[in-house]
């Protein structure tokens, strides 16, 4: 085991790791075949040929975007006086995946300014969740944001829906005064922004995906809406920019990180990227799933970020991770150092990153877009393009139309219903499951627990509420398949992760065990202009999403629950104790 410093300049991040022997050789041969090659140069000579000659050079606008944004950067303060001028006390942010997981960051890092509104994010078609945030604010004191690239998303259309309707309610023909939209130029929504009479316009880059757009007007108008120092973000970002111009792959932040990750996964099966977050930035992790979830997990491919996952002695954990503990100066966490070192000295491979400034976040997020597009050139796969989510979105909009003509989706049976809960599955994943044997709950749990071996992981695939008392429930889960297993878990909100690690659980490598759960809404709401409510669209997506998992034959299990979900997530999780005591 070794460590190593890569020197970078007065303002940068700090960047170590520590790795075993075999690691730390594999990936200095992989510096010097990308140094010779003169890989880095190509990756900013956008050259497609660096992963799979397609049309990955169309998506590289994000390389330049720190230093088109500092140049505009006026903008963004006259955003802030306009919002301070009239008086909001709320910025509600309506968007999905890259749209809306970058403002999540912000606003959970740097919390509410002085004199500023406070940022809230909504990226959840659940009744409850929105019904949550509807009472937090008062639409005519909040400023609405509605964030799509394409201005054709589904959840960011509807949001915007309900919330106008509700402005309207109360402020009349102003209602658009009270709506900024930030789309590509062209969009449907840039249309609808016009007809609308919006306050505000702003475009996003066509040649940047959702997921690379942290540091574009996508990231950065919630950003400066917040009150927040936009072009100090943008400074301290440049500095990482020119770090990772560096043609030796040891000097350049990025790229040393990249070649970490995909050598490890390539060469040693280590594909499970462990993201370990100190308190200031615990919402990190979830910006960094889609980033490298979406990008790399295809073709039977991919990284699996692990976030949020309760920590564990080294010997709780297989031979398939990487350790990445990123960490704010500023926060002591003394249990966290401690796994961390304890990690390091069993020889586990781990990346320490540490920010000594929050606005050091910027050089966080560019650093690891460069380390994902290196990694997706060692995995030999297109990083920028995420066709299974796209599949997902497809079934979804099917269902939907189907409900839209005949006022209610496809009937369904359950393959078990028993004591309030109902599975349901496909014929393939039922043949392993329910066919030949006892068909009790406990029975069907176990044998779906049983399917779990070395080098897989465990999803939970929730589409319910994302509440702390629930998330709390799901971690006591994946808490129990740890210690009981040694794999990997994840735990993803729907729809949320469909536009995040979704692409990865279908995409990537095969060895994904999937729960996925839903239940019956306590209370639904009515999307306005459409037949269909808030509750039927999350169930679309949820069978939209169990559809294409069972076409890419996933191992998967969906479990029904009724209205008293915490009762039910009670029932799951003793169900799951039981079937790992077996």
């Not at 989706?409 to 066919?435: C, M, S």
């Amino acid at each position: 085991m070794s460590s190593a410093n890569a020197p970078g300049a007065i303002g940068l991040e700090s960047y170590s790791y520590s790795l075993p022997g075999d690691l730390e050789k594999a990936i200095n041969e992989a510096r010097k075949k990308w140094d010779e090659s003169g890989h880095t140069e190509r990756l900013w000579n956008k050259d497609a040929s660096l992963w799979t000659g397609t049309d990955e050079a169309k998506w590289l606008g994000w390389l330049d975007i720190v230093g088109q944004e500092l140049a505009g950067v006026s903008r963004f303060k006259a955003l802030q006086a306009e919002i301070r001028e009239d008086g909001f006390t709320h910025v509600l942010l309506l968007g999905m995946g890259g749209s809306s997981l970058c403002p999540e960051v912000f606003t959970k890092t740097f919390g509410k300014q002085p004199d500023s509104p406070e940022l809230l994010v909504l990226d959840s078609t659940d009744p409850l969740q929105i019904r949550a945030l509807r009472r937090r604010i008062d639409p005519a004191r909040t400023l609405f944001c509605v964030s799509s690239k394409s201005g054709t998303t589904l959840e960011p259309n509807i949001y915007m829906q309900y919330f106008y309707d509700e402005t309207k309610k109360i402020v009349g023909d102003r209602a658009g005064h009270h709506f900024i939209a930030v789309t590509d130029p062209g969009s449907k929504l840039e249309g609808v922004s016009k007809q609308l009479a919006f306050r505000g316009l702003y475009h996003g880059v066509p040649s940047i995906g959702g997921r690379y757009s942290a540091l574009s007007d996508f990231g950065l108008v919630p950003h400066a809406a917040m009150g927040l120092d936009t072009e100090r973000l943008l400074k301290h970002a440049a500095r990482m920019v020119e770090a990772c111009k560096a043609a030796s792959a040891e000097r350049n932040p990025g790229v040393a990180l990249g070649l970490l990750l995909g050598t490890a996964a390539v060469q040693f099966h280590r594909d499970k990227v462990t993201l370990i977050c100190s308190r200031s930035i615990d919402d990190l992790g979830a910006w960094l799933e889609q980033l490298l979830a979406e990008s790399t997990g295809k073709q039977g491919k991919g990284l699996i970020p692990v976030d949020r996952e309760p920590l564990f002695g080294p010997d709780q954990y297989g031979n398939d991770r990487i350790f990445a503990y990123i960490t704010y100066g500023g926060d002591i966490d003394t249990e966290k150092e401690n796994a961390v070192a304890r990690l390091e000295q069993a020889g586990a491979p781990v990346v320490r990153i540490v920010l000594n400034d929050l606005y050091e976040i910027g050089q966080t997020f560019f650093q690891w877009e460069i380390a994902t597009a290196v990694a997706g050139s060692i995995l030999g796969i297109n990083a920028f393009n995420q066709p299974d989510v796209e599949a997902s979105k497809i079934a979804t909009r099917d269902l939907t139309s189907e409900f839209e003509k005949t006022g209610s989706l496809p009937a369904e049976e359950p393959v078990l219903d028993q004591d309030g809960i109902k599975l349901f599955t496909d014929k393939a994943n039922a043949q392993a499951l329910v066919n030949g044997g006892t068909n009790t709950l406990g029975a069907v749990i176990r044998r779906h627990v049983d399917r779990i071996k070395p080098g897989d992981y465990f999803g939970l695939l929730a589409y319910i509420p994302m509440f702390p008392e629930y998330e709390a429930r799901l971690e006591k889960i994946r808490k129990e398949i740890v210690e009981s297993k040694q794999v990997a878990t994840v735990l993803g909100f729907g729809p949320r992760f469909l536009h995040s690690t979704g692409q990865a659980y279908k995409g990537g490598p095969n060895s994904g065990v999937f729960l996925q759960i839903t239940c019956d809404d306590a209370e639904d709401l009515q999307v306005p202009s459409q037949k269909y409510t808030f509750g039927i669209v999350k169930a679309a997506q949820a069978r939209g999403d169990f559809q294409v998992l069972a076409e890419r034959h996933r191992r998967a299990l969906r479990v029904h629950l009724g209205k008293d979900l915490a009762k039910g997530l009670d029932q799951l999780a003793d169900l799951i104790c039981a079937a790992l005591a077996h």
